[in-house]
């Protein structure tokens, strides 16, 4: 009996798995809808002189720049100074910079594979040698929800997190079983119960906290991308992109030719902060 319905429960089966990827590639072509030209206006709120290199800011509009001095300082959404860290140079100049914890700050610096913990007034609690856990290629690395870091390993190709001491706490699978490329990300984002990792060329990879990827949006080539309050933004080609995770609303507003010239630019929470030579700029955007 078994032998004569084999064939017909392999046919439901190959049914159900075309199904189930078509519905995979629905959600990924989602991301791929019609992008809505949107209208806006840039208001200048504030200004902060000074000469900074290096620009961030986290969900709470906590601004945190590095000066020509190499002092890493954090202001708030005033403007006001609320701490300073000084040893900013001590493993050369930082890769990155992860605020997306505002009471835990990741310096990451890749030629040493070190990273170097902050608590929210800027004051080292921790220093982690990744070469120590023989983790030897990180690009990307990011704060967890549970308060524990995010990176990937490009040397076996898996999302991991580690505790403060650098122990491996859990990793995904191998990820050249899971794609056909493997994406190289230099930004991770943990965001409500999903880390986005980020490759300009391949755009962001969904994966949820057990590491089981979930989904891939084609968003290529944004620059500084963050995500806050269900909202991704990103800057690509002159244009300010605006994704609603939600609806799956995805717009774009072209950027002011007064914002020409800058260092950097960071979108988050209905602002744009714009880094140029004579300080920062920052715009609410209406």
């Not at 100049?93 to 913990?117: A, E, M, Q």
């Not at 491996?168 to 230099?186: C, F, I, K, W």
């Not at 949820?208 to 979930?214: N, S, T, V, W």
């Amino acid at each position: 009996m078994l032998k004569k319905i084999l064939p017909y429960l392999l046919v439901l089966s190959c049914l159900f798995m075309q199904e189930g990827f078509a519905q995979v590639s629905q959600a990924a072509d989602s991301s791929t809808a019609q992008i809505k030209p949107g209208k806006a206006s840039f208001e200048l709120i504030k200004k902060i002189t000074g000469n900074y290199i290096y620009l961030n800011v986290d969900v709470l509009d906590n601004i945190y720049l590095i000066n020509a001095g190499n002092r890493l300082i954090k202001l708030n959404s005033n403007g006001d100074s609320m701490a300073v860290f000084n040893d900013v140079k001590k493993y050369g100049n930082p890769t990155l910079l992860d605020v997306s914890n505002p009471l835990k700050i990741l310096l990451y610096y890749k030629p040493f594979s070190t990273v170097v913990i902050l608590d929210r007034l800027l004051i080292m609690r921790n220093t982690i040698n990744l070469r120590k856990q023989q983790i030897f290629s990180v690009q990307a690395i990011a704060t967890s929800y549970d308060n524990n870091i995010w990176i990937f390993d490009e040397q076996d190709f898996k999302l991991k997190k580690v505790d403060e001491d650098g122990k491996l706490l859990q990793e995904s699978t191998d990820m050249r079983s899971l794609l056909d490329t493997v994406p190289s990300p230099t930004q991770l984002i943990d965001n409500d119960n999903i880390v986005y990792l980020y490759d300009e060329n391949k755009g962001f990879y969904l994966f949820d906290y057990y590491g089981a990827l979930k989904n891939n949006l084609p968003f290529l080539h944004w620059q500084n991308p963050a995500i806050a309050r269900n909202t991704m933004y990103g800057f690509s080609e002159n244009k300010l992109m605006s994704y609603e995770l939600k609806s799956l609303d995805l717009k774009k507003y072209t950027l002011p030719d007064y914002f020409k010239g800058y260092l950097s630019i960071k979108a988050i929470n209905g602002k744009v902060y714009l880094l140029k030579e004579d300080g920062l700029y920052i715009y609410q955007v209406q």
